[in-house]
């Protein structure tokens, strides 16, 4: 198949508004190529003269630059467009830039190649110079797989990075979170509908993306979000659930259903493979050593994918670097800031990292 599926879900009506940067052909680090590489991006505020006060944030499985925008972006935050140049980029495959959907042609669909988290960051920075000339980065932030490219950047160019704060993710992916990609990518290829990835419609496989959502249900939502039923408190599209499985349906299985499958195999493909001590023949303490930026470290307290012991044992291996732990009922679904108190945590965190002289 070498057309491309049209996916509203995608769309600027959808998304909100967003820029495409093409970067051309784009070799990747799996081998392969993508001949005319597209980065979709968003930006906030105004770049300074001196180009220094640019905040980069890159996106987490499944979502783009909306969820930062609506629940962490605006004036009086921590991530304020008033005082800061903020860009969100879409991670490749992520349905926004060049995906199996979307990119036509040899590489289209099943066909579509090995993304890794170095191919992001490699992208972004192109992105970042070509664009706007940037070369510094006041602040790279990012949760979960945004975290892991955080992470990526810090270690990659870390004379590009003043000061990092990846929240709730690792820099190096854990046996757990293999375990856990490779049944929410199953979920999705066990339906006989996905057609070996080359599918005619998302709808094909209504049955595969609604499985991988009640996974998300289950282990990304926290056992305490679901026993203290925190849930009844959360609006969706204005509204709120006295029912349990009527909320799943309406915060989890509904937009998965919205979502390419492919896509979704790609970052989860990329999530499996995240880990910064490919720069170090496998060490991690010689990776994270490489770090010079100003880093906080945030888990979630609740998170399973990326419980605190797991960040707080890889802070430890970062020069200058601290811990802030945040607080949320939902887990690592928290990162949706359903809770103002964690808003609040994240605004003072970011904003004790922004004052720090680097």
């Known amino acids: 198949m070498t057309?491309?599926?049209?996916?509203d879900f995608y769309s600027t009506q959808s998304q909100g508004h967003y820029h495409l940067h093409a970067l051309g052909?784009?070799?990747?680090?799996?081998?392969?190529?993508?001949?005319?590489?597209?980065?979709?991006?968003?930006?906030y505020g105004m770049l300074n003269e001196s180009r220094d006060n640019v905040i980069l944030i890159p996106t987490w499985f499944s979502g783009s630059h909306q969820t930062w925008e609506l629940a962490y972006i605006a004036p009086g935050r921590a991530l304020d467009p008033e005082k800061y140049f903020i860009v969100a980029v879409s991670q490749i495959g992520n349905g926004l830039s060049s995906s199996p959907h979307n990119v036509g042609g040899d590489i289209a669909m099943s066909?579509?190649?090995r993304i890794t988290i170095g191919d992001d960051v490699r992208a972004q920075e192109a992105l970042l110079r070509d664009v706007f000339e940037i070369d510094t980065l006041a602040l790279v932030v990012g949760g979960s797989m945004g975290a892991q490219q955080t992470y990526?950047?810090?270690?990659?160019?870390?004379d590009k990075v003043k000061r990092a704060a990846p929240i709730a993710g690792t820099?190096?992916?854990?046996?757990?979170?293999?375990?856990?990609?490779?049944v929410l990518m199953d979920a999705i290829t066990s339906d006989p509908g996905y057609a070996d990835g080359d599918y005619a419609s998302h709808e094909d496989v209504a049955q595969g993306l609604r499985r991988h959502a009640d996974l998300w249900a289950v282990i990304g939502f926290s056992t305490e979000f679901w026993k203290s039923e925190f849930w009844r408190t959360i609006e969706i599209d204005g509204v709120k659930h006295t029912n349990m499985q009527d909320f799943h349906r309406a915060c989890n299985q509904v937009p998965y259903e919205l979502m390419d499958p492919n896509s979704l195999l790609s970052m989860a493909w990329k999530w499996q493979h995240a880990d910064?001590?490919?720069?170090t023949d496998g060490d991690l303490a010689a990776a994270l050593a490489r770090i010079t930026a100003r880093t906080f470290v945030l888990p979630i307290d609740e998170d399973m994918f990326f419980p605190p012991r797991d960040c707080i044992a890889e802070q430890r291996l970062i020069p200058n670097s601290e811990v802030r732990l945040?607080?949320?009922?939902?887990?690592?679904?928290?990162l949706g800031a359903f809770e103002?108190?964690?808003?609040d945590e994240v605004d003072s965190a970011l904003n004790e990292l922004l004052a720090l002289d680097v």
């Open 111 to 113: 066909r579509f190649p």
């Open 326 to 334: 945040l607080h949320s009922v939902a887990g690592h679904s928290g």
């Open 25 to 43: 052909e784009f070799a990747l680090e799996e081998g392969e190529v993508i001949p005319n590489l597209q980065l979709a991006y968003a930006t």
């Open 152 to 158: 990526e950047w810090a270690v990659r160019f870390p």
């Open 340 to 343: 103002q108190s964690f808003r």
């Open 3 to 7: 057309k491309t599926l049209h996916n």
């Open 276 to 279: 910064v001590a490919r720069h």
């Open 171 to 182: 820099a190096q992916v854990t046996p757990h979170n293999v375990l856990l990609t490779r």
